[in-house]
């Protein structure tokens, strides 16, 4: 695939992208432009409340547009039905969370596999993948443990691997190092921009961690719910 292609198929694209809270009282995103080509590492920043996390939860249509066109990865998401929705997330999106949202009574193994439980893969097959995925962020030596048993940072690993678990050409991390100290921060790290060279894979980051920002091809500032400065993607070779 060249890049123009790779740019089409994993791009995210915006304009005036607007999304109201508590009956348009709060416009957590507010008129918002962006544009991000396939393959970038795009770091997002802002301070708290400005409404980062929601633009990730409309990307990962989590959260629906009130107002203006989003098409991801060459789909628009403006009226995208509940089934639709859930689709995009499954073959397209994998969520990278803050407190890594792992299920308590499953192991890491298990909750690597969750996400292909509604794929065509059997439990062999579902097994396989997600053992090569802990492995490929250190953790097969784990496998069998439950989330309390795990450090913070293992839990983070675990969950980049259940993200990671369909294939996704776009990988969303909220901040994923905002729980971490900074050597667990800086192996997490270490770990995206591993995964997001060898696959290609979109990433973007929001994140208040000047580690993360530096790590980025390309940081967007965000204030009152608009991206500050040019949305344009990097025309990168």
Same mark, same amino acid.
């Given at each position: 695939?060249?890049?123009?292609?790779?740019?089409?198929?994993?791009?995210?694209?915006?304009?005036?992208?607007?999304?109201?809270?508590?009956?348009?009282?709060?416009?957590?995103? %507010?008129?918002?432009?962006?544009?991000?080509?396939?393959?970038?590492?795009?770091?997002?920043?802002?301070?708290?409340?400005?409404?980062?996390?929601?633009?990730?939860?409309?990307?990962?249509?989590? %959260?629906?547009?009130?107002?203006?066109?989003?098409?991801?990865?060459?789909?628009?998401?403006?009226?995208?039905?509940?089934?639709?929705?859930?689709?995009?997330?499954?073959?397209?999106?994998?969520?990278?969370?803050?407190?890594?949202?792992?299920?308590?009574?499953?192991?890491?193994?298990?909750?690597?596999?969750?996400?292909?439980?509604?794929?065509?893969?059997?439990?062999?097959?579902?097994?396989?993948?997600?053992?090569?995925?802990?492995?490929?962020?250190?953790?097969?030596?784990?496998?069998?443990?439950?989330?309390?048993?795990?450090?913070?940072?293992?839990?983070?690993?675990?969950?980049?691997?259940?993200?990671?678990?369909?294939?996704?050409?776009?990988?969303?991390?909220?901040?994923?190092?905002?729980?971490? %100290?900074?050597?667990?921060?800086?192996?997490?790290?270490?770990?995206?921009?591993?995964?997001?060279?060898?696959?290609?894979?979109?990433?973007?980051?929001?994140?208040?961690?000047?580690?993360?920002?530096?790590?980025?091809?390309?940081?967007?500032?965000?204030?009152?719910?608009?991206?500050?400065?040019?949305?344009?993607?990097?025309?990168?070779?």
């Amino acid at each position: 695939m060249n890049d123009k292609a790779t740019a089409n198929a994993a791009g995210i694209s915006a304009r005036g992208l607007v999304k109201h809270y508590e009956a348009g009282r709060v416009r957590a995103v %507010d008129g918002l432009d962006l544009e991000i080509a396939g393959g970038e590492f795009v770091a997002i920043c802002g301070p708290s409340g400005c409404g980062k996390t929601t633009l990730l939860n409309l990307i990962a249509a989590i %959260d629906r547009p009130d107002a203006g066109s989003l098409s991801v990865a060459g789909v628009s998401l403006t009226g995208l039905s509940g089934y639709a929705a859930d689709g995009h997330r499954r073959s397209t999106v994998g969520l990278v969370f803050q407190l890594h949202n792992l299920l308590p009574n499953l192991t890491a193994l298990e909750n690597v596999q969750v996400p292909m439980l509604v794929t065509r893969r059997t439990p062999r097959e579902r097994r396989a993948r997600a053992r090569a995925l802990l492995e490929r962020v250190g953790l097969s030596h784990r496998e069998h443990a439950l989330p309390n048993a795990l450090s913070a940072g293992e839990r983070q690993r675990v969950a980049i691997a259940r993200a990671l678990a369909n294939e996704p050409r776009i990988l969303l991390a909220d901040e994923p190092t905002g729980a971490l %100290d900074s050597k667990n921060g800086a192996r997490l790290l270490d770990q995206l921009d591993e995964l997001q060279r060898d696959a290609r894979t979109t990433l973007v980051v929001v994140t208040h961690d000047p580690q993360v920002a530096a790590r980025a091809s390309r940081v967007l500032e965000m204030l009152d719910g608009r991206i500050t400065g040019s949305p344009a993607a990097a025309s990168g070779d």
